[in-house]
């Protein structure tokens, strides 16, 4: 097999490489990311703790709403 990079791997490459090199400037990418609707690159930008605290968040949420909306 050749080991020529297609387009959409260079493309993955180069933004993982941006996320490791630029953690705090990821999560304004991946808030407004947020904004577009686009899930995988929010997950895939805030990593296992930020994942981890959103969808805690989300849950919280529904919690508080279902209590008080009853």
């Not at 990821?26 to 947020?34: P, T, V």
């Not at 703790?49 to 919690?63: A, D, E, P, R, S």
């Given at each position: 097999?050749?080991?020529?990079?297609?387009?959409?791997?260079?493309?993955?490459?180069?933004?993982?490489?941006?996320?490791?090199?630029?953690?705090?400037g990821?999560?304004?990418?991946?808030?407004?990311?947020?904004?577009?609707?686009?899930?995988?690159?929010?997950?895939?930008?805030?990593?296992?703790?930020?994942?981890?605290?959103?969808?805690?968040?989300i849950?919280?949420?529904?919690?508080?709403?279902?209590?008080?909306?009853?």
């Amino acid at each position: 097999m050749s080991d020529i990079e297609t387009p959409e791997q260079q493309r993955e490459r180069l933004r993982q490489q941006e996320i490791r090199n630029n953690p705090t400037g990821n999560l304004n990418d991946s808030l407004n990311r947020a904004n577009n609707g686009n899930l995988v690159d929010l997950v895939g930008s805030l990593g296992l703790k930020g994942t981890g605290i959103l969808i805690l968040v989300i849950v919280l949420g529904f919690i508080i709403y279902s209590v008080i909306f009853r």
